[in-house]
């Protein structure tokens, strides 16, 4: 079973719409949470860090589940240049650190 | 300006010639990581830079080696490149805490790599 999964995608959506991606993570230890978003051939770029008491950046949503282990990020009032791959990210604590990345779910957004 | 640099962008080497990617950084972070990211999949992480400290991730394989001779530079370096290496390789960096709080990496722009 991989650490950190989300559905692949990829999600094709209407300009205007809302989508809902979801990640599921497996190491109960696992201390902070992100969603990245990636651009064809560019690097992973941090679009927000995620709480369990849900947090909201403008059109973006993001929620944690510690319980279910279990990810959201949902985005409303989709634009054109929403379009790209969105990175679920674990933190573990401890001596590691290290970040464990999902594969990642693509996002098409149609005019 | 560019916070976290790779260079070059696009290597092209041959089956086996050994290759170095470079990565420098302007943040004075004291961890620097190496990733690798074929295509439609995950960035994995190879090895990091904790000061002088080196970290190799368990699986990573023996053909792949880091130098980090500064606190801004960390080299990645490919001593017989096959096939199966043809990747993005990503550097990021970030600040670890006295008390080992880690903040936000912060990822170069990636170097493609090509094996002929």
């Known amino acids: 079973r991989k650490e950190v999964e989300q559905d692949p995608g990829p999600f094709n959506v209407p300009e205007g719409a809302t989508v809902a991606f979801n990640c599921t993570y497996s190491?109960?230890?696992?201390?902070?949470f992100f969603w990245y978003r990636q651009d064809c051939r560019k690097e992973p770029k941090l679009l927000m860090s995620v709480y369990s008491s849900g947090n909201e950046d403008g059109r973006f949503t993001a929620q944690l589940n510690r319980a279910s282990q279990y990810i959201s990020l949902l985005i409303r009032d989709s634009k054109l240049s929403d379009s790209a791959t969105y990175l679920c990210?674990?933190?573990?604590?401890?001596?590691?650190?290290?970040?464990?990345f999902g594969t990642g779910t693509l996002l098409a957004v149609q005019p | 300006d560019a916070m976290v640099i790779q260079n070059p962008r696009y290597q092209v080497t041959q089956f086996g010639k050994p290759v170095t990617l470079s990565c420098s950084q302007t943040l004075n972070h004291n961890v620097m990581y190496w990733y690798q990211q074929k295509s439609s999949q995950a960035p994995k992480l190879l090895f990091h830079y904790y000061d002088k400290d080196f970290n190799n991730e368990a699986d990573t394989p023996d053909n792949f080696q880091s130098r980090r001779p500064n606190t801004s530079f960390c080299f990645l370096d490919i001593r017989s490149p096959g096939l199966g290496d043809a990747a993005m390789y990503l550097c990021?960096?970030?600040?670890?805490?006295?008390?080992?709080?880690?903040?936000?990496?912060?990822f170069g722009p990636g170097t493609r790599l090509l094996v002929l």
């Open positions: 990210v674990v933190r573990y604590g401890g001596a590691t650190n290290k970040l464990i």
């Open positions: 990021a960096t970030s600040r670890v805490g006295d008390r080992g709080y880690q903040e936000t990496q912060y």
């Open positions: 190491n109960s230890a696992s201390q902070s």
